[in-house]
């Protein structure tokens, strides 16, 4: 792999930004189902490609992809809410 170029990673996901949710870059989602936000095909900070779909940091630079609760963590949530106090 040439480590000169910042775009050398392919995409081949799609990743929203907020729920971690990851598609095939041939799905051709633009937009997540689950709410809404623009999918990333692509870091925001250095450009490299969305190459795995378990990303929540970047593969090139180290940037944060992800800004809400993935999915674990999402489930973490749900089974805590349903604890009665």
């Keep these: 792999m040439n480590h000169n170029s910042s775009r050398d990673l392919p995409a081949l996901y799609c990743l929203c930004p907020q729920c971690a949710r990851a598609v095939p870059l041939?799905?051709?989602e633009r937009y997540c189902v689950n709410d809404?936000?623009?999918m990333l095909?692509?870091?925001p900070a250095c450009?490299?490609?969305i190459a795995s779909p378990y990303a929540?940091?970047?593969g090139k630079c180290g940037a944060a992809l992800v800004r809400g609760p993935g999915p674990r963590d999402f489930l973490a949530l749900v089974a805590e809410a349903r604890r009665e106090p």
Excluded: K, L, T, Y
């Design 26 to 28: 041939r799905s051709g």
């Design 56 to 58: 929540r940091f970047c």
């Design 36 to 38: 809404g936000e623009p």
């Design 47 to 49: 450009g490299a490609g």
């Design 41 to 43: 095909v692509a870091c």
